[in-house]
């Protein structure tokens, strides 16, 4: 469903230039769950932005169902937005909007549906997330795991084969994952939706997904099932999956010696 | 000396890094303003035609709600224009022209350019503000991957609804500063109303008004591609909304000034 390959950005000028990802490959396969797993500053979100259209990467290409993403134009750009939806961590409601207008927004933009079908619709959805009765709630008065199960709602609100997550689960109480873990997955095997999780929650993401795909600095270091993962030589992921402080990931974040860096300031 | 050349080439430098980034800003302005043309008078007629209902909500938001604050600065101007004015005029034993002097500055000048600088601390600010907070809370993104143009969706309807009212407000407010005046000269500076109103409306002709009208639309320009450029750019947190809001009305305020001068030089040389 979804190919990248050879994935490479980079922010910054000449010398100060960091690869934020490089030589990122994934299949991302229809139907099935895949989660990008990885500490803070693995290059977690970059990825998604990437699939979501808003980076361009340095190089590489990513195809969504068949259509090239990376240097698509606004009509190619707005085709291939419409066959995703996206969950983003802080929701990204609209706070202006009513619950039931924020379902409805997409609906009302893409589709020539009367209102009376479109409000048919937004029930369905909000159904669907188990909150059917928020509908004239603003969301300034929604819980977080409400706002991000209404999020998922505006989400799958076009039928979308693809849905993205991120963070789905930071944030929340041990029930609220729980219920977004089921949706999630309710969603991948009901309606076969294409989904793509980047989270940190090893637990939710070993629940949930078919594969795992585990970063570390921009590189891949692991990709398989929960078992493989688990089952996994790897010291990083092993340190990773158990959460030690100690090991081969190291606790500062910097790329440079610290000794050079020293070195290199001037006292003036 | 060596210091001193260090100095200057430091501030050379500075200075250079300075303008570099101005005329970042400035072109980044031109696109946005680019594509709002586009959005609003373009792509309507290619089929994709103009949602109404958010731009009767901005002309309220932007229109209605800022016609007290409007008609009470105005008028105030008038009454102070009238007072200032009086005591020169009696000087020359010319108190009748009171009106014609009031009604000739508010047309062509105080008028356009006070609405405008009103509605920028009103206006222009709550624009930043408001899709600041947007733009922080990942909204614009959203309205980016739902395939919905930010642009078409946000700063369009702002766009239609203040270049709309901007001019009608300045009507307005020239109405209300010659009232104004008016009241304070037949009132307490006792000039008769007949003559009051006889010497204004020789002074005053049709073009003044029209000129303050093209004036205005373009100050309505200024306010809302400012505000929401200065809204679009933010990156990070809360306390860049706030920073940026005082940004986009100090440079739209200049901004206006500027135009302002600009377009009567022009006149002054032109007609
Ligand atoms: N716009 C940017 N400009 C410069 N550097 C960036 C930018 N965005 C991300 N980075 C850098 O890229 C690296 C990866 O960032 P990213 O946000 O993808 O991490 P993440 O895996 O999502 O982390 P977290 O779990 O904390 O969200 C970080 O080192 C970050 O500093
Ligand atoms: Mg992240």
């Given at each position: ?8 950005k ?27 797993l ?19 990467p ?7 169902d ?8 606004r ?8 066959k ?21 927004l ?5 589709t ?76 991948s ?6 989904s ?8 939710s ?37 158990n ?26 | ?22 005329f970042?800003?400035?072109s ?31 002309m ?17 101007i ?9 005591s ?81 407000l300045?009507?307005?407010a ?9 009241m ?31 004036k ?20 990070g947190?809360?306390e ?32």
């Amino acid at each position: 469903m979804i190919k990248v390959n050879n994935l490479r950005k980079t922010f910054g000028e000449e010398d100060k230039k960091v690869i934020v990802l490089d030589d990122f490959n994934a299949h991302f396969e229809a139907g099935q769950i895949t989660s990008i797993l990885g500490g803070s500053g693995s290059g977690k979100s970059t990825v998604l932005k990437h699939l979501i259209g808003v980076y361009q990467p340095d190089s590489g290409e990513i195809i969504i169902d068949g259509d090239p993403m990376v240097g698509a134009n606004r009509e190619g750009l707005v085709r291939i937005r419409k066959k995703f939806g996206v969950m983003f961590q802080s929701g990204a409601l609209f706070n202006s909007l009513t619950v039931e207008d924020n379902v409805a927004l997409p609906l009302r933009e893409h589709t020539d549906l009367n209102e009376t079908t479109i409000l048919i619709m937004v029930k369905m959805k909000l159904e669907m997330v188990g909150l059917r009765g928020a509908e004239h709630l603003k969301p300034s008065q929604l819980s977080g795991g409400m706002i991000k199960r209404i999020a998922l709602a505006r989400a799958i609100a076009l039928d979308p084969k693809i849905v993205f997550y991120d963070e789905p689960s930071a944030g929340l109480d041990p029930i609220s994952i729980g219920v977004i873990d089921k949706l999630i997955v309710d969603l991948s095997k009901k309606m076969r939706i294409t989904s793509v999780v980047v989270t940190h929650e090893i637990p939710s993401a070993m629940r949930i997904s078919d594969k795992i795909i585990m970063l570390y600095k921009g590189k891949i270091i692991a990709a398989g099932s929960p078992e493989e993962i688990r089952n996994s030589e790897d010291p990083r992921v092993q340190q990773f999956i158990n959460g030690s402080p100690d090991g081969p990931i190291p606790f500062s974040k910097s790329q440079k010696d610290y000794g050079e860096e020293l070195k290199e300031m001037r006292f003036s | 000396m060596r210091f001193f050349f260090g100095f200057i080439g430091h501030s050379a430098f500075q200075t250079w890094a300075v303008a570099e980034n101005f005329f970042k800003e400035i072109s980044g302005m031109y696109y946005l303003t680019r594509a709002t043309f586009y959005c609003t008078f373009i792509e309507p007629f290619r089929g994709k035609p103009n949602k109404w209902k958010p731009v009767w909500t901005q002309m309220e938001e932007v229109g209605v709600k800022s016609t007290t604050i409007v008609f009470l600065v105005s008028f105030l101007i008038g009454v102070i224009l009238a007072f200032q004015t009086a005591s020169q005029l009696a000087r020359l034993g010319a108190l009748d022209f009171v009106g014609a002097l009031v009604g000739v500055s508010i047309t062509r000048e105080l008028g356009p350019l006070m609405t405008a600088l009103v509605m920028a601390g009103r206006v222009g600010a709550a624009f930043t503000a408001e899709m600041g907070t947007m733009k922080v809370s990942d909204e614009i993104l959203a309205l980016e991957t739902m395939a919905l143009n930010p642009v078409k969706f946000l700063i369009t309807p702002r766009f239609i609804a203040i270049l709309v009212m901007l001019p009608c407000l300045t009507i307005m407010a020239d109405a209300m500063g010659i009232l104004g005046g008016f009241m304070i000269g037949v009132t307490t500076l006792g000039i008769d109303p007949i003559a009051y109103f006889d010497r204004s409306v020789e002074a005053m002709v049709v073009k003044d008004v029209v000129t303050g009208l093209i004036k205005s639309s373009v100050f309505a320009v200024i306010i809302v591609m400012v505000g929401s450029y200065m809204a679009f750019i933010i990156e990070g947190g809360a306390e860049k909304v706030g920073e940026n809001t005082r940004t986009a009305v100090v440079v739209s305020m200049i901004l206006i000034i500027i135009a302002d001068l600009i377009f009567t030089s022009l006149f002054f040389f032109v007609t």
